[in-house]
């Protein structure tokens, strides 16, 4: 058994806190409304983020950061990507010796470009021990209501990787692969987001279950042509950071991302949609990243280009959406074969 630090109690946080309390781990979860601590250690419960769950005796809130951490060697990193580095200086103020940090969060950052493993070094310094990324095919009410979950880990480090998927894996619900492609991993989990809201769009469009097939698919290859140009393995985007995360966050009711475009689609403004969302919607703040990254690295990626038009600069959505099938013809063979050979 060991103790655990989970930094972020909402439905993502608290679903992994509870799958390694089930493992048998004493598990710390922090969160910083006192209030929301309060109803997890007296009721076991977390009812805005995992209503109608109850929650092991193995979890423990805690309020405070230092004492969350407090003599711990792993922490799971469960924020939204736009408090990683506020929360990752607080961290660094509580520690006395270097420790492992497991994310679990999908994005890329704008402006700068960096996956969140490149902004926990940034941040962490000479205090981290290793970092290690879980990503896949994993909505956090499926895993409370402990459902068979497939997700993998990578890291620079695979011993320390090999060492979380012991932490998580259990053989009743939840498994655990190890990849060793980093990037295409991160790369991957991020920019399923992306796609997922424009699958919402296309169905809130009512354009049906054709136009999503072709949106999933050729959504795909633009992942793959972007992971691809910034080092990633192509058959990454093939398992379950790939093609898993981006099938379940494109077809699934309990995905933020895909709930978002649908609005969006109905024809909600942007600002109207993320405020009745009430979680953060990691999606339209990796769209600005990937536009940015794209442009730089000259690839060409037109479902996230027209999808940044749609969310910052006013462009219709069906406009955009007839937009893609009106583009020029193209060869199917010889862009998939472009993908592999870089």
Avoid at 28 to 41: A, Y
Avoid at 61 to 80: Q, R
Avoid at 166 to 186: A, C, H, K, W
Avoid at 294 to 317: C, Q, R, S
Wanted: proline share 4%; aromatic share 4%; charged share 20%.
């Amino acid at each position: 058994m060991e103790q655990i630090a989970v930094l972020g109690a909402g439905s993502w946080g608290t679903a992994l806190a509870m799958v390694l309390a089930d493992n048998a781990h004493s598990v710390r979860l922090w969160g910083q409304r006192p209030e929301q601590i309060k109803e997890i250690n007296e009721k076991r419960t977390n009812e805005k983020y995992l209503p109608g769950i109850q929650l092991p005796e193995g979890i423990t809130g805690y309020s405070s950061l230092s004492e969350a951490l407090e003599a711990i060697d792993t922490a799971v990193l469960a924020v939204p990507t736009k408090a990683i580095r506020e929360v990752l200086r607080k961290v660094k103020q509580c520690l006395r010796q270097p420790i492992t940090i497991v994310t679990v969060s999908k994005g890329i950052e704008p402006d700068t470009h960096k996956r969140i493993s490149e902004i926990i070094e940034e941040e962490m310094g000479t205090l981290l021990q290793d970092v290690v990324v879980l990503s896949g095919p994993s909505h956090a009410e499926e895993v409370s209501l402990r459902h068979p979950t497939t997700v993998t880990v990578s890291s620079k480090n695979m011993t320390a990787a090999e060492r979380v998927q012991d932490l998580f894996m259990n053989s009743q619900y939840f498994r655990v692969y190890t990849n060793p492609d980093l990037i295409g991993i991160e790369i991957g989990g991020a920019l399923k987001n992306i796609i997922a809201l424009a699958a919402g769009i296309t169905d809130g469009l009512g354009y049906g279950d054709n136009a999503k097939a072709a949106l999933i698919t050729r959504g795909l290859a633009e992942i793959a042509r972007l992971g691809c140009a910034l080092g990633a393995n192509p058959l990454t985007f093939s398992g379950l950071a790939g093609i898993g995360d981006l099938i379940v966050t494109c077809t699934s009711v309990h995905s933020r991302n895909w709930r978002a475009g649908h609005l969006l689609g109905k024809g909600n403004p942007l600002d109207e949609v993320l405020q009745s969302m009430g979680m953060v919607v990691e999606g339209v703040r990796t769209t600005k990243a990937a536009h940015q990254l794209a442009k730089k690295l000259n690839v060409k990626m037109p479902i996230t280009e027209v999808l940044y038009d749609v969310l910052f600069n006013g462009k219709d959505p069906k406009e955009g959406a007839d937009s893609l099938m009106a583009r020029m013809k193209t060869n199917e063979m010889e862009d998939l074969i472009n993908i592999l050979e870089k």
